[in-house]
């Protein structure tokens, strides 16, 4: 059965520190791979996305993306963490149907 | 394009009261679906249409649970009657076929 996982619930990072937010996907074929963010009160973000070519998928606010078939993960990274960056992030794939992972909630301490 | 339109945005009902969402997609995108977000049990997919056409409803919780999309520019999830554990942020999303979905900024229902 297809489905994402992410492992960390909860991550707590200082702000400056580099950050990595895991997901684990099973599917039968490479799906379509995405990162969505939401900030408390709001709806979800699209962050990036992976259909094909590179790799590294670059998106907005500064976080980038690594799809590793071998693992068959797409963990969402940033180099220096902000603290308007606290929020929930979301991991999500599709090729017929969408799943999304469980999300991990960042807190980011000054 | 406005993106995805949700109204209303905050609804506080009584128990037994008949609840309706609306949503409107971004035009072109031929899928709409509509998600339940709780702190206990996280974003859920309740049903999501094709082309107008319900395709899976499985996450509908229950029969006090309706949605329908009568054309391309509108879609209304409707709880008839609502109870307090229907209390949640509802999201409705739209997307092109195999492409991101884009959220609207959800409803926050209070049913008490």
């Known amino acids: 059965a297809q489905s994402v996982t992410q492992p960390d619930i909860h991550i707590t990072v200082s702000e400056g520190a580099s950050l990595e937010l895991r997901c684990n996907y099973s599917?039968?074929?490479?799906?379509?791979l995405f990162w969505y963010v939401q900030s408390p009160g709001q709806g979800l973000q699209l962050l990036l996305k992976y259909f094909s070519g590179d790799t590294l998928v670059q998106g907005i606010k500064g976080f980038e993306a690594e799809f590793k078939r071998s693992q068959s993960s797409f963990n969402l990274r940033k180099p220096s963490v902000h603290w308007s960056d606290a929020a929930e992030y979301f991991c999500a794939v599709t090729r017929n149907q969408f799943y999304f992972g469980t999300g991990t909630s960042l807190t980011v301490i000054p | 394009d406005a993106g995805v339109i949700q109204s209303p945005r905050h609804e506080v009902t009584e128990m037994g009261q008949e609840v309706t969402l609306r949503c409107k997609p971004i035009s072109g995108h031929d899928y709409l679906f509509w998600y339940r977000q709780t702190m206990m049990r996280g974003l859920e997919l309740l049903i999501y249409?094709?082309?107008?056409?319900?395709?899976?409803d499985s996450g509908m919780p229950e029969d006090r649970f309706s949605a329908k999309m009568p054309n391309a520019s509108f879609s209304t999830l409707k709880i008839q009657p609502s109870e307090p554990r229907d209390s949640a942020v509802y999201f409705c999303a739209s997307s092109l076929p195999g492409s991101e979905q884009y959220f609207g900024p959800g409803t926050r229902l209070t049913v008490t």
């Open positions: 599917y039968g074929a490479t799906p379509y």
């Open positions: 249409f094709n082309n107008n056409v319900p395709i899976d």
